[in-house]
């Protein structure tokens, strides 16, 4: 009987980069978190580099592999199309920590909470559905964990809105303005981002339900 487990079997090493992928995504989550809470003065983004770097050699790892490795189950283009997905979350998020670290002093009274929390609750959905990649899940199952990662998306979209709506209403000094509406678009994008990989996922599920 033809078993979909043993037939995935080779591509176990590139389920474990993709799981170490995602959760240096979520370091990074952490990290800017932590950038967040003290605005008097610029901080060292030594281990935004090294999250990011980290992951961009783990990214260049399941390239590596992928020319190296004969038989797989998957897709090569899919894999690489995840293993890119989730690259882009950790760049994104360190440019948003060198933006934000020019000047945090300005930040002082700009509220980033709504969008920090979808960004947790995007890259823990996110990193919950690479990790059953390896169990190749129900359709089903996967769908319903993407959904939730769309509904985020859609509600990060209602949010930027809002805090735009504030900018545009001169809460802001002009200077201010700038700067938070940069900081409010990169963080839309993060989250865009972890939308962009769970869709990949997704295709991966799909395509060999």
């Keep these: 009987m033809f078993s979909i487990q043993k037939f995935f079997s ?10 170490a992928s995602a959760d240096e995504t979520r370091a990074s989550t952490r990290l800017l978190i932590d950038l967040l809470k003290d605005r008097t003065h610029p901080h060292p ?8 770097g980290k992951d961009k050699r783990i990214t260049e790892k399941i390239s590596e592999e992928l020319v190296n490795t004969f038989v797989i189950g998957l897709e090569r283009e899919d894999i690489e199309m995840v293993s890119y997905a989730l690259y882009r979350i950790c760049k994104t998020i360190e440019k ?11 930040l002082m009274g700009v509220d980033f909470t709504r969008q920090i929390e979808l960004l947790e609750r995007a890259t823990e959905t996110l990193s919950a ?14 769908k319903e964990m993407n959904d939730r990662l769309q509904a985020i998306e859609a509600e990060a979209d209602d949010v930027v809105l809002d805090l735009l709506r504030e900018v545009y209403g001169g809460q ?4 201010q303005a700038m700067m938070v509406r940069d900081l409010f678009d990169l963080l839309e994008k993060v989250i865009d981002r ?9 295709h991966i599920v799909l395509k060999n339900s």
């Design 129 to 142: 559905m690479v990790r059953l990649l390896r169990r190749m899940p129900p359709l089903e199952t996967m």
């Design 96 to 106: 948003f920590a060198e933006r934000f670290n020019l000047a945090p002093q300005r």
């Design 194 to 202: 972890c939308r962009d990989a769970g869709n990949a996922i997704s």
């Design 10 to 19: 080779h591509d176990e090493k590139f389920f474990d980069l993709l799981e």
């Design 172 to 175: 802001y000094d002009p200077l």
């Design 45 to 52: 983004l030594n281990e935004f580099a090294l999250s990011r």
